[in-house]
């Protein structure tokens, strides 16, 4: 993020926002220093400002280089919708890339989240795909969640997922989160977190 500092907050966010090409509104910011002047001279704010569009060049730069040195060819879109960014990448090597069961997208993601979120200082959500291999897989589970949580309704016995990353425990739980007398839980640590669905006669 880039610093800029002014005699107060308001001047201040207007050169940022003169300089990005957007509105005041369009920034978000975070105050490094502030000092109370005399009379209103010698005053002075210090903050670190930056617009959606810094973050999703970031995250260009950021996965262009990523695959350079996997020396991948590959075409990359980001796109965001509403609060979710989405990176669909289209490489040479998606399936060296994609990895055993995903495992390797995983960490991918893992990685350009932790990298956007140091940047600036923020919890982005966002989603890495190669090949629609996230799109498709979330509509597996989609599917898989549908039936265990029928065959619980039927014998109102809990079912025990196995082990599955955050963002397709978010699923499994938007999912099922309508389905009457069906709730949900995360249980386990790490790697081993997994998802309990069991009956709940109060449950809407």
Excluded: C, W
């Excluded at 940022?16 to 369009?26: M, R």
């Excluded at 079912?159 to 990353?165: C, E, I, K, R, W």
């Excluded at 998802?195 to 709940?200: H, P, Q, S, T």
Aim: aromatic residues 8%.
């Amino acid at each position: 993020m880039k610093r800029y500092s002014a005699k107060n907050l308001d001047d201040l966010l207007q050169t940022a926002a003169n300089e990005k090409g957007v509105s005041t509104e369009e920034l978000t910011y975070y105050v490094i220093e502030e000092k109370q002047g005399f009379l209103g001279f010698g005053s002075e704010v210090v903050a670190e400002v930056y617009s959606q569009q810094d973050v999703l060049d970031f995250l260009s730069d950021y996965i262009k280089t990523f695959l350079h040195h996997y020396d991948a060819e590959a075409d990359v879109t980001i796109s965001k919708e509403r609060e979710l960014i989405r990176i669909s990448i289209d490489a040479s090597n998606n399936a060296i890339l994609i990895g055993k069961n995903g495992q390797t997208l995983q960490a991918i993601n893992t990685v350009v989240k932790g990298a956007v979120n140091s940047k600036f200082k923020h919890r982005f959500q966002l989603v890495v795909d190669i090949n629609n291999y996230k799109k498709d897989r979330y509509e597996k589970v989609r599917l898989m969640a549908k039936r265990i949580a029928k065959n619980v309704q039927k014998t109102k016995i809990a079912a025990v997922l196995d082990p599955m990353p955050n963002d397709e425990r978010k699923i499994v739980h938007q999912t099922l989160s309508k389905i009457r007398n069906i709730k949900t839980e995360s249980e386990g640590e790490g790697r081993d977190r997994r998802l309990r669905i069991f009956y709940d006669q109060n449950a809407e």
